[in-house]
């Protein structure tokens, strides 16, 4: 039921969106590039998302979905196509070169980049309507054809009631609207991988002209330019490890043992501006959605940074969903909105799947069992042995599959 103290005079608004991250900002352009309304909701404010660091590989067939939207100018000016990644096992250097084998690459381009593109795209030149700092969203009598979301206004401190046609949940991983699924209509599938990264920026250029990752015995080690200035580094760790246990010249210590190899240029060392720890875990919710309200990105599944695919996953939510609404709008063809968790949720599997076959090659060499370290570098060889098996890495690491 909806609040009792609210404002006298509820809005009308054919779509709530909860969460301006990719998702929801996506969602939010795609249906005002079609001139339908809606609000987003955001508990932080534009200038904090427009800075908050975190993804920054995004597939090619996402930048094409962007661009076919009139999304990606910006980021395909500024963007670095990659083409190629490294391994680094055994104290060798093993290059993939994806791009030669494909044809297909990568962007590099770091997420507040593109959400900042995605704000000036929906507020500034779609005049759509974001509220900042909104607090206490709520939404209500989501399984009537009725549902409304209520929350506080940063301004007045009271309660504004926004009637809808439906609602988005694109508020990530602590949000509200997964909650707001009732227990029983849903399954939540969880994986704990027992891992932790240790999720480092540093003030320094890239070592090297592509992504390195690091299978040592020691852990899993990582490296991915984020622009000419600033480097994402990871780390493995103890899940839940505190960060102070890692002051500067252990981390610089440890990346260079686990990313050395022969022939190797010495890493470049910098300041380092962020430094997290990630607990390595993914979950699932199925259905996507619930009477009015559906799910898109990390509010409907997690998936550990591993593969890097979270973005690009939130990415394809939001197409498919704002294109279903728009066409249920325009249109009141539903079809769309109905088989959307099942449309979406086959490239989840498929991404989560990669995802769990990837923590296998970059953490079997630490586990501390003889036998899984044999097994990954098996795993490991194979890719650099078998044209097969590297076509089929290829394939799942560019998210160039047609079918899933
Ligand atoms: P979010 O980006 O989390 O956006 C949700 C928004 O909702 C936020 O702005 C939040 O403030 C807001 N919100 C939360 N609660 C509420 C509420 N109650 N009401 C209103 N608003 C609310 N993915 C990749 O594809 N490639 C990568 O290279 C990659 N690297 C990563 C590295 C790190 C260190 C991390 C942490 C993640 C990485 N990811 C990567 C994952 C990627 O960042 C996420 O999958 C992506 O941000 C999901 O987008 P989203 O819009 O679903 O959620």
């Not at 709520?138 to 549902?147: A, F, N, S, Y």
Request: aromatic share 8%; proline share 7%; glycine share 10%.
């Amino acid at each position: 039921m909806p609040p009792t103290s609210v404002s006298p005079s509820p809005e009308r608004v054919p779509v709530v969106v909860v969460g301006a991250g990719p998702a929801g900002l996506t969602v939010g352009a795609v249906l005002r590039g079609a001139r339908v309304d809606c609000v987003v909701l955001e508990t932080e404010t534009r200038e904090f998302i427009e800075n908050r660091p975190r993804a920054g590989v995004v597939e090619e067939w996402a930048v094409r979905e962007l661009q076919r939207r009139g999304l990606a100018d910006n980021l395909l000016e500024r963007a670095q196509p990659h083409t190629a990644c490294e391994f680094r096992f055994d104290g060798e250097r093993y290059r993939f070169d994806y791009g030669r084998l494909t044809g297909r690459h990568h962007f590099v381009y770091p997420q507040p980049l593109l959400v900042t593109d995605l704000v000036r795209e929906y507020v500034d030149v779609r005049g759509g309507d974001a509220r900042f700092s909104v607090r206490d969203v709520e939404p209500h009598d989501l399984d009537t054809d009725r549902p409304t979301v209520s929350y506080t206004c940063p301004e007045t401190g009271r309660r504004r009631l926004l009637r809808c046609d439906f609602v988005v949940g694109a508020d990530g991983a602590r949000g509200v609207s997964r909650a707001a699924l009732p227990p029983e209509r849903v399954r939540v599938a969880r994986h704990d991988y027992g891992i932790g990264w240790l999720a480092l920026l540093a003030e320094a250029p890239p070592s090297s002209d592509c992504v390195l990752f690091g299978a040592h015995p020691r852990g899993f080690a990582g490296h991915m330019a984020r622009s000419p200035e600033v480097t994402r580094y990871y780390l493995q760790c103890p899940p839940g490890d505190d960060p102070g246990n890692w002051p500067h010249d252990r981390v610089w210590a440890e990346l260079r043992e686990r990313l050395g190899a022969a022939g190797a240029a010495p890493l470049a060392e910098g300041r380092l501006i962020e430094k997290r720890v990630l607990d390595m875990h993914d979950y699932v919710v199925e259905p996507m959605a619930f009477g009015r309200l559906f799910l898109a990105g990390d509010a409907a599944h997690l998936i550990a940074p591993i593969a890097a695919k979270g973005m690009n996953l939130a990415l394809h939510d939001a197409f498919l969903l704002g294109d279903a609404l728009v066409t249920r709008l325009t249109s009141g063809d539903d079809s769309g909105l109905t088989g959307y968790s099942e449309a979406a949720l086959r490239r989840v599997w498929d991404y989560q799947e990669f995802s769990q076959w990837l923590s296998e090659l970059y953490h079997g060499s630490s586990a501390g069992d003889p036998f899984r370290a044999g097994t990954t570098l098996a795993r490991l060889r194979r890719l650099f042995t078998s044209p097969t098996a590297a076509a089929a890495f290829a394939e799942q690491y560019l998210g160039t599959a047609t079918r899933f």
